[in-house]
């Protein structure tokens, strides 16, 4: 059995599958909005570099620029639960396999984190004191970023789930010490404190017990992984399959409580459990953090009502996914509910939901100085806008008819 | 007779904090058909998971012909055929694909896959379906895909969790008597279910896990033994008062 052939067939089948979607993602404008993205951004970035403060921190802003790229260690495997019955026998021999798999997982991430560096760059020569060579900063951070996908693969096999928790907790600290330490000393002090620190955790990476192939951790991150991308893919155009990551999220059990007990409520209640432990509360919770933090800083400017509506719309969107949950499910079709109460459910959910996230994402104004009404006014209009773009998406046709194929 | 797989003073599971099984030993013979019986939970799943090297012990070993999987990967994965309780097949291979795929996993010959696989397909009354994808199939055919993939290929331990969930009863009974054919030949088979007045008859050894703790194993007769207010108990008797008297 030639495992690299079957590696490449399963990447390959695996971009087929995924290749005709991009189409409706160049037909959404999403390329367009990136495009226009990165002239404003060049174009702003150009700008800022013939006048950069003498005060720019420039070393804290290249660490938690670059510290996300040199972090990201990702691994496709294209793994399948039925490996686990085909593939088991040759084991000892899936080392071909998983070659192929971290060559293709680390190559884009060492690609993306030079491009970031080389725009980075831009600013870094002009803003430090004493910048380090081009080629050697280069050299370290891909260093760096190849000794995260070394770890990270090393975490996977450890059989411990405490083992594998405390050593990523271990290299993302030992990444920022070294990056911190290239940014920050003399090339001599960091060469050595980077040596005696990889040499040490590269060793202590040793200690832990470990799986040969750890498959059902791989199984189990892959199905994760397809998730995510087919979830970016629905923005764009229904996917057929969606497999959705269960988070447990007990913390928010509590929210389903005020749902009355009645069956009216049948689907209210179903859309909002699964909602609080969907993928899509996790990304518009983290769009509503970054949007708080993004409105902190410019709430004083004429940016922030703009900034307001533009995130109050990209949350809308994403709650949008609440209506391709359990959009097969065979009790659906078996409940003795009529049929439009489905619909009414999902949009009861995604409004509440989205009028919540505007009020918090409205929290960060209450800190500017005076203007009270204008403060008021601007919560005001987050919930007109929410009530809005709630009714115009529940006018739109979705969920019409059983046998709808809900486009 | 020579020991094949040997479970030795395992204690293991998901977490090291909480154990799942407990000091759990058992061995499995050359030519002998074991089954392995428990409520939902008693740790038959994890067990096999630790002896598939899915999960490893915090304490104790398994071995397969005498090797742990560490020490000799290739002999161990190479002795070991496996049918899961649900079953796993790739999407876009038909039956046949997948028969194929078990053979040259387990590198098996050309010629004695094509032999095997025809008395297969035949007992299972799959020869229609040989060419048809597997998500074409009902669950139930699923199933006699797993099988006959792991019957293809002849390793000395056959580990087959819930074989008869969705079989029809021609399937049972043909699954039953092919299982006695490979013991008689020599194989060795360590079978979980539910279904004990289905294995009482066939099983010549009973594993008996609850909580994670092996509290009884031995022949039917042994069984009996221990417990002598039974009488000629079923094994399903038998079962219900051990894990009432352990519960």
């Known amino acids: 059995m030639n495992l690299q052939s079957l590696w490449r067939r399963r990447k390959s089948a695996f971009w087929q599958e995924v290749f005709p979607y991009f189409r409706y993602v160049g037909q959404s404008g999403f390329l367009l909005f990136l495009g226009f993205l990165f002239i404003g951004g060049a174009a702003g970035y150009v700008g800022f570099l013939g006048r950069i403060p003498a005060d720019f921190p420039i070393r804290t802003v290249s660490l938690i620029v670059l510290l996300p790229f040199v972090l990201w260690s990702s691994f496709r495997t294209f793994l399948q639960p039925a490996d686990l019955v085909y593939l088991l026998r040759v084991e000892p021999r899936m080392k071909e396999y998983f070659r192929k798999s971290i060559g293709y997982s680390v190559k884009p991430k060492l690609i993306l984190l030079s491009i970031v560096y080389g725009i980075l760059w831009l600013l870094y020569f002009r803003a430090d004191q004493d910048p380090k060579p081009f080629l050697l900063l280069w050299g370290v951070l891909l260093a760096l970023n190849i000794m995260n996908s070394y770890g990270s693969w090393q975490e996977r096999r450890m059989s411990r789930p405490g083992a594998r928790w405390s050593y990523r907790l271990t290299r993302c600290l030992i990444s920022i010490v070294l990056l911190a330490v290239w940014l920050w000393q003399p090339t001599w002090k960091a060469v050595i404190f980077s040596l005696i620190v990889i040499i040490t955790y590269v060793v202590a990476l040793r200690v832990p017990r470990k799986h040969a192939v750890p498959w059902e951790l791989l199984i189990a991150t892959e199905r994760d992984q397809r998730g995510r991308f087919m979830i970016f893919l629905n923005w764009f155009v229904d996917v057929p399959s969606i497999p959705q990551k269960v988070y447990k999220r007990t913390w928010l059990n509590g929210l389903g409580k005020w749902i009355r007990f009645q069956q009216d409520s049948a689907y209210e209640y179903l859309y909002l459990k699964t909602l609080l432990r969907s993928d899509v509360l996790g990304m518009v919770l983290r769009l509503t953090a970054l949007g708080m933090l993004i409105l902190y800083w410019v709430r004083s400017s004429n940016w922030a009502l703009p900034l307001y509506a533009f995130m109050l719309l990209i949350i809308g969107t994403q709650l949008t996914a609440i209506r391709r949950f359990h959009r097969y499910s065979f009790w659906a079709s078996i409940y003795p509910i009529p049929y439009h109460f489905r619909k009414k459910a999902v949009v009861k959910v995604a409004r509440r939901t989205h009028l919540a996230l505007a009020v918090f994402l409205w929290l960060p104004f209450l800190l500017t100085s005076g203007a009270w009404p204008m403060v008021f006014a601007a919560l005001v209009g987050g919930i007109a806008f929410v009530y809005f773009f709630q009714w115009a998406w529940s006018q739109k046709k979705w969920m019409e008819h059983e046998d709808d194929e809900d486009l | ?247």
């Not at chain 2, 999987?69 to 999407?91: D, N």
């Not at chain 2, 009482?200 to 509290?215: A, M, P, S, T």
Request: net charge negative; glycine share 8%; hydrophobic share 40%.
């Open chain 2, 1 to 247: 007779m020579k020991t094949i797989l040997q479970v030795n003073q395992l204690t293991g599971g998901y977490s090291t904090g909480k154990p799942v099984l407990h000091d759990v030993n058992f061995d499995v013979k050359a030519g002998e058909m074991v089954g392995l019986i428990g409520l939902n939970g008693a740790g038959k799943s994890t067990t096999m998971k630790h002896i598939l090297g899915l999960m490893q012990p915090h304490k104790g070993d398994v071995t397969l012909q005498g090797k742990t999987l560490a020490e000799a990967p290739e002999v161990y994965r190479g002795s070991l055929a496996f049918v899961p309780e649900t079953p796993m097949l790739y999407e876009e291979l038909t039956v046949k694909e997948h028969l194929e795929l078990a053979a040259m996993a387990y590198g098996v010959e050309k010629k004695d896959y094509e032999e095997r696989v025809e008395h297969l397909l035949t007992l299972f009354q799959m020869n229609d379906k040989y060419n048809t994808f597997s998500m074409h199939l009902s669950k139930g055919m699923k199933q006699k895909v797993m099988i006959m993939s792991a019957f293809l290929v002849h390793p000395p331990l056959y580990m087959i969790d819930e074989p008869f969930l969705g079989l029809d009863p021609l399937g049972i009974r043909n699954l039953l008597d092919f299982m006695v054919e490979l013991k008689s030949r020599g194989a060795s088979i360590l079978l979980s279910s539910h279904i004990l007045s289905t294995i009482e008859n066939y099983c010549d050894r009973f594993i008996v896990l609850h909580h994670g703790r092996v509290i009884a194993q031995g022949t039917l007769e042994e069984l009996r033994q221990q417990h002598r207010h039974l009488g000629d108990a079923s094994l399903e008797n038998i079962f219900y008062q051990l894990v009432k008297g352990g519960a």
